[in-house]
Structures are given as structure tokens and as C-alpha cells.
């Protein structure tokens, strides 16, 4: 089945460094999308990217869906420490017709610890 | 209040109890998702439902069964909890295909 790799597993860094992460697959995915799961919640949507070579931001946060469709990369300009957390890439890939299912693959998560 | 809400927020139960976490929402969703989370591995479907009538398994189905009983309520049962099944477990909702998807709080289940 599909898989994601995400990397890196772990970032330690400054207040005000910049931040990159990425995921790549050996599939194809329709959409990507990036989460930020706080501790003790649930993952929030921080941003999605619908079509290949689509660069979008949100706020400091800029992704990027990759031009094969296999891979997103996610960074953080200028961290806080607010931004701590994990951060969740997944794929999402359309099964059958227009309106029909979809299989959503996660990564397996990147921790980010910023030091102020 | 949250748009998906996840009760109980936290449960401690023993081996081989029957145990129901609730998730309620109120985004007028159609599509509800069962999620588990352990360290290391990320998340794993359980269980889907695009609506009311609609039931499907996920990745990891065995041991746990689901109940659509509105639009609004998807619930997760395990019928005979093991100590396997500790973990976070996520309720998530979704418009439709293509869209992402928006998660509960979790519920924190431990099973000793």
C-alpha cells in the first residue's frame, strides 16, 4: 500500500531559525496536506495544496506540492516557540468516481522543539 | 464549543471490558473517520462512514466495531478491550473528497 516518508523524525532548534521538512512517496497522490498536532489535541489543518508545482503559504508557514505528485515539503520561517509540536504530513489519494472515496496516508510525524 | 467532540476525554479500563468512545460533531459533515494513534507510528484508520447507512473498515479494523447513529454521532466500541488497544483515539470529519480533514481532542484510552 502507500507510505509516506517523513523526515527528518526530530528538529532541536533556536528561536527565530527556519524550519524544513519534507514527505515523499513512491505513489502518486491526488492532495497534500500539512497538520500541526499540539500535545493533548488533536491535529489541526495548517494548510492544503490541491494541484502538482502548487506553492502556498500561511503566515510564516510555505509548502509545496511537488511537481511529480509524490512529495510536499512543509517550512517555518523565523520559528517561535509557540510552533512546538508535531508536524503531520498526508496524502490523499481519489478512489473511483467524482464524489467517491478517498484514502488519506499519513506520515509519520516530524518534532519540532524550538529553543528561546 | 469544538466543531468534533470526543467523549470521554480520557479512560482507564481493564482487559476484556466492553468500552464505547462517542464522537459528536457539529459541522454538518457527512463523512466521519475513527483514527488511532500510537508513538512512532502516526495515525491508522479504523473505521469510515460517508453517512448514515455507509460502514467501512480501515487499515486496522479488528477488535472494534462502529455505530452511525446520525450524521452527527459516530461512536467506536471495543468489544473486548486488550492491553494492545492503549492508545489516542481520534474522531474526524470531512465534507467530502478532497477536502482535509477536521480531528476531535482524542480520547486517551489505557486498557490494563
Known amino acids: 500500500g502507500q507510505q509516506l516518508n517523513q523526515s527528518p523524525q526530530s528538529m532541536f532548534i533556536q528561536e527565530g531559525e527556519d524550519v524544513s521538512m519534507n514527505c515523499t512517496s513512491s505513489?502518486?497522490?491526488?492532495?497534500w496536506l500539512w497538520y500541526k498536532q499540539d500535545p493533548g489535541e488533536g491535529p489541526v489543518l495548517l494548510i492544503a495544496?490541491?494541484?502538482?508545482?502548487e506553492l502556498t503559504s500561511n503566515g510564516r508557514l510555505t509548502a509545496q506540492f511537488g511537481i511529480t505528485r509524490k512529495d510536499s515539503f512543509l517550512n517555518i520561517s523565523a520559528s517561535i516557540p509557540s510552533d512546538v509540536g508535531i508536524y503531520f504530513c498526508?496524502?490523499?489519494?481519489?478512489?473511483?468516481?467524482?464524489?467517491?472515496?478517498?484514502?488519506?496516508?499519513f506520515g509519520k510525524g516530524t518534532k519540532l522543539t524550538v529553543n528561546p | 464549543d469544538a466543531d468534533v467532540t470526543q467523549t470521554p476525554r480520557n479512560r482507564i479500563t481493564k482487559t476484556g471490558k466492553r468500552i464505547m468512545l462517542e464522537c459528536s460533531q457539529t459541522?454538518?459533515?457527512?463523512?466521519m473517520y475513527w483514527y488511532r494513534q500510537d508513538p512512532g507510528l502516526g495515525l491508522r484508520l479504523i473505521y469510515y462512514?460517508?453517512?448514515?447507512?455507509?460502514?467501512n473498515k480501515g487499515e486496522i479494523s479488528d477488535g472494534y466495531s462502529v455505530s452511525r447513529q446520525a450524521q452527527a454521532k459516530f461512536s467506536l466500541s471495543l468489544e473486548s478491550a486488550i492491553p494492545n488497544q492503549t492508545a489516542l483515539y481520534f474522531c474526524?470529519?470531512?465534507?467530502?473528497?478532497?477536502?482535509?480533514?477536521?480531528f476531535g481532542s482524542g480520547t486517551r484510552l489505557t486498557v490494563v
Open positions: 505513489s502518486i497522490f491526488n492532495t
Open positions: 462512514s460517508f453517512d448514515v447507512k455507509d460502514i
Open positions: 474526524a470529519t470531512s465534507p467530502g473528497r478532497g477536502n482535509g480533514y477536521t
Open positions: 498526508a496524502g490523499q489519494l481519489f478512489l473511483g468516481r467524482m464524489g467517491g472515496s478517498e484514502k488519506l496516508v
Open positions: 459541522k454538518g459533515h457527512d463523512r
Open positions: 495544496l490541491y494541484k502538482a508545482g
